[in-house]
């Protein structure tokens, strides 16, 4: 069954600094992969999403992630954090390809201190 | 924003109680989902529709039932609710398959539930 292992349910950085949220998954078959990012008391928008494609895809806030296929990752990064990022991060697989349905990570919380 | 709106968006209730969440969307999208967020568990699918009257299971589905009678309702209801049930639930919609143009899930508000 594919799953997603995000790693570190809390991450605090400098502004300024690069961020990094770490996830890897487990997929028998090639997964599509998704960042959602969540602010307090509302719901999930996406940030990005690789669907075997670009191996690095762009997303909305300056975000980026990049698709290893032999470290089964899929990290988020961002250059210089602004305390807007300030939210939860959740990292979602597709339980097969064209499947209607993700199944999410356990979200990593960051913080960005001024 | 994409066109879901949850209702109730708070709801307190007592142990065995029934309970019922809707979540109404003008999108015209297919496949209409429940999730529930808990601390350390990420959201977590409980059904899902993928049509009119079309359902299916989630993986934490017990205790839980939906109903779809109208593309734009999906009603999720807890026939007897537990403590256990207390969370915050998701409603999130799509137009396409996850690798698809059109498969990004769009998510409402949430609503909070607590079952004491």
């Known amino acids: 069954a594919q799953s997603v292992t995000q790693l570190g349910s809390h991450v605090s950085v400098s502004e300024g600094a690069l961020v990094l949220l770490r996830c890897n998954y487990s997929?028998?078959?090639?997964?599509?992969l998704f960042w959602y990012v969540q602010y307090p008391n509302q719901g999930l928008q996406l940030l990005l999403k690789?669907?075997?494609?670009?191996?690095l895809v762009k997303g909305i806030n300056g975000f980026e992630a990049e698709f290893k296929k032999s470290e089964t990752s899929f990290h988020l990064t961002k250059p210089s954090a602004h305390m807007s990022d300030a939210a939860e991060y959740f990292c979602?697989?597709?339980?097969?390809?064209?499947?209607?349905?993700?199944?999410f990570g356990q979200g990593t919380r960051l913080t960005i201190n001024p | 924003d994409a066109g879901i709106t949850q209702s109730p968006r708070h709801k307190v209730t007592e142990t065995g109680t029934p309970v019922t969440l809707r979540c109404h969307q003008t999108e015209n999208h297919r496949y209409m989902y429940w999730y529930r967020q808990d601390p350390g568990h990420g959201l977590r699918l409980i059904h899902y529709s993928y049509g009119v009257k079309d359902t299916d299971k989630g993986e934490v589905s017990d205790g839980y039932s939906v109903s779809r009678s109208k593309t734009e309702d999906f009603l999720l209801t807890l026939e007897s609710a537990t403590s256990s049930q207390t969370s915050v639930y998701f409603c999130a919609i799509s137009a396409g398959l996850a690798g698809e143009n059109t498969g990004e899930l769009f998510f409402g508000e949430g609503s909070r539930l607590t079952v004491l």
């Open positions: 997929s028998s078959v090639p997964p599509y």
């Open positions: 690789y669907t075997s494609a670009a191996t």
């Open positions: 979602a697989v597709s339980v097969k390809r064209g499947a209607q349905k993700l199944v």
